[in-house]
């Protein structure tokens, strides 16, 4: 079993910056893929960004390429998702997932494990 608990959403402007964290325990890290996404109301699941815990394998979607950097700090047990450039169209829960047998990072059902999510509301 893997626990994920997101933390740093908040309420941004747009053209403002926010770091959302998920601190990850339970069984061993080192083999999971971690990513995160993102649900506006009324809209699907959307992937954001994915990388492996223990390797370089990092993905964005495309649309948000330049804007969200993801990265991972191994002795915390975290990843952390960089978000600058804030827009309205940003606003959503985001989640926090981890697998160990991910063939497609950009869908969510390859997933395991989920945190709570944590609102991002940006304001224009």
């Known amino acids: 079993q893997v626990q994920l608990v997101e933390s740093g959403g908040g309420l941004a402007q747009a053209g403002g910056s926010l770091r959302l964290s998920c601190a990850a325990s339970?069984?061993?890290?080192?083999?999971?893929?971690m990513g995160w996404f993102r649900q506006a109301p009324g809209r699907e699941r959307e992937f954001v960004a994915f990388?492996?815990?223990?390797?370089?394998?990092?993905y964005y979607a495309d649309s948000l390429k330049g804007r969200f950097t993801i990265s991972r700090d191994i002795a915390k047990g975290a990843v952390y998702l960089q978000m600058n450039s804030l827009k309205p169209e940003d606003t959503a829960v985001y989640y926090c997932?981890?697998?160990?047998?991910?063939?497609?990072?950009?869908?969510?059902?390859?997933?395991?494990?989920w945190g709570q999510g944590t609102q991002v509301t940006v304001s224009s």
């Open positions: 997932a981890a697998g160990t047998i991910v063939v497609d990072p950009t869908k969510p059902e390859e997933y395991d494990y």
């Open positions: 339970g069984r061993a890290l080192s083999d999971l893929v």
């Open positions: 990388r492996s815990w223990k390797g370089g394998n990092i």
